[in-house]
């Protein structure tokens, strides 16, 4: 059965809710550079801010085109696998504490973000698996999971392996954690870009896009405290 066509007031709801998605974009990437360039006056009157800010809306829209199980079981390998939000979330969050004040800001905010993105995965998932008789359940591999949460989340890979710690690493030099992160960004971004190519939905598609392109800027960012910190080791001994 073909998805109805959008409504044109549903059309333009999503065309609005983009628009505004982009201006808070400027504000997120804005926030990012400031954490890399903390001489300039922005930086410091940014920092005059609450650390943590709830919005009651996902960072990008999350649509899907059809019930899909198996593309949600896929999905959970983001959700709660080795490169997913998650352990991305905990490991930027926990490195914080121990590297140089530089890159405390920068950690922060990309650790926060990573929650969002954690959020836009567990809708996705919710939505392609919501209307999901049993059997559909069953024929996508994920009996053993109903069997145990029924239709509920659970922070676990695609094969059905538990969240561990183990997936993270705290080393307490800094140079070393943020290679660590860059390396994981570039996984996820890798990932996501298989995710991608396994559904021909549009729409999760491009929530998927989105997802991937951020964590190329992730990426990028780190690779930015990584020249901060060498340039810092010229005039004096950090680690």
Known sequence: MEPEAPKACDAKYYELLEELQALDFVLV???LYLDTHPGDYQSIEQRKCGMWVYEKKLQYPVRVGKCDPHMAKLLMEQYGGADG??????????QRYTIPDKIIGLLNDIGTEE???????????YKLTKDATVEQLEQAGLDAHYVNHDKAL????AAGVPFTATYIQAKGD???????DIAAEEKARATYQWLIDLTDDVDLQDSLKFL????IVHSLRFR??????KDDRQTK???
Do not use: Q, W
């Open 29 to 31: 990437e804005l926030n």
């Open 85 to 94: 939000e998650l352990a991305a979330a905990l490991r930027y969050l926990n």
């Open 115 to 125: 929650f969002a993105h954690l959020e836009m995965i567990a809708t996705m998932i």
């Open 154 to 157: 659970f922070y676990n890979n």
């Open 174 to 180: 800094p140079i070393a954690d943020l290679y660590e």
């Open 212 to 215: 991937r392109e951020r964590e």
């Open 224 to 229: 930015e405290a990584v020249e901060i910190l």
């Open 237 to 239: 001994k950090i680690f």
